[in-house]
């Protein structure tokens, strides 16, 4: 298993899209956050990903899929991490609103 530090242009379009996403539900539900919720964010992003890097591992190691030589993207990790912290703000949002 390599690290790739080289990849798609898409890659930041995907990671970016998570993040924008992220940021916009956080302001449109900011009357109701908090500090406290700012750190349950941050540590759900932290387990979240511990949980995709043992999928991952696992997954790979047992050949339920591969990554071909050097084309495993580091920024895969960051994008996961910000996927996480979007799911947990429309998670949130949805159970405010319906």
Partial sequence: MALDFHFS???Y???FAFLLAWLTL???RRK????KE????FILG?????ALLSMEIFA???NLWNYVPRNWPIILWPTYFV???FGYQLLRFVEKFF
């Fill in 83 to 85: 996927a996480i912290l």
């Fill in 13 to 15: 379009a995907l990671f």
């Fill in 38 to 41: 700012a750190k349950e964010q």
């Fill in 32 to 35: 109701s956050t908090g500090k």
């Fill in 9 to 11: 242009q898409s890659w």
């Fill in 26 to 28: 956080a302001i449109v």
């Fill in 46 to 50: 932290l387990l979240g990903s511990c």
């Fill in 60 to 62: 790979t190691s047992t």
